[in-house]
């Protein structure tokens, strides 16, 4: 069983900027993946951003060279966004999977509305 707490999300102007945390506890393996994916109102949920724990990185070409991913340890994530448009307006998921298991671990989301 693997927990995510998310913080960091809110209201911001457009170009706005803000930076989303997330740490994961509980059985949690040295090789991982941890990530963010986003839904917004009637969409499907999205991948955002992914890195594993060797630190191979991959980005929606939607946020690509907006966002950046990273990461302290095998526990914690982060992602800064930047140029932040309306169209980035959603709510923004943890991620979690050890590597060489099936299970899929969600934090609860954050709310991030740009808006002016």
């Known amino acids: 069983q693997v927990q995510l707490v998310e913080s960091g999300g809110g209201l911001v102007q457009p170009g706005g900027s803000l930076r989303l945390s997330c740490v994961a506890s509980g059985s949690i393996f040295s090789n991982n993946l941890m990530g963010w994916y986003r839904q917004a109102p009637g969409k499907q949920r999205e991948l955002v951003a992914t890195k594993t724990s060797g630190g191979n990185t991959a980005y929606a070409g939607s946020v690509k060279g907006r966002f950046t991913i990273s990461r302290d340890n095998a526990n914690t994530v982060y992602l800064q966004m930047n140029s932040l448009t309306p169209e980035d307006t959603a709510v923004y998921y943890c991620?979690?999977?050890?590597?060489?298991?099936?299970?899929?671990?969600w934090g609860q989301g954050t709310q991030v509305t740009v808006s002016s």
């Open positions: 991620t979690q999977r050890n590597t060489g298991t099936y299970a899929t671990y």
